[in-house]
């Protein structure tokens, strides 16, 4: 019976020696922080790019639209030239 009661112990022990080698409450909470911090940190980089990929859209739809416009005024005084002659 000695021996099972001291198998039974060191068994307990050791497994008391596991569980206090696991990270602590402030431990996990400081992960957690790292972790939501981290998703913060990649969301708002997502909105950033997402922005300027709209800016850049909206910059080169600009860019054609003011080509055509200048087309057009090229266009319109070539044909006012060619009339007056």
Do not use: N, W, Y
Not at 28 to 44: F, G, L, N, P, W
């Amino acid at each position: 019976m000695k021996h099972t009661f001291s198998i039974l112990s060191v068994a307990a022990l050791i497994a008391v020696a596991v569980v206090a080698c696991g990270p602590s409450a402030e431990d996990k909470a400081k992960r957690d922080k790292e972790v939501a911090d981290s998703i913060a940190m990649q969301d708002s980089i997502a909105m950033e790019l997402e922005a300027q990929k709209a800016m850049a859209v909206a910059d080169s739809l600009a860019k054609i639209e003011k080509a055509k416009a200048d087309s057009l005024a090229a266009d319109s005084v070539a044909k006012a030239s060619t009339k007056k002659k």
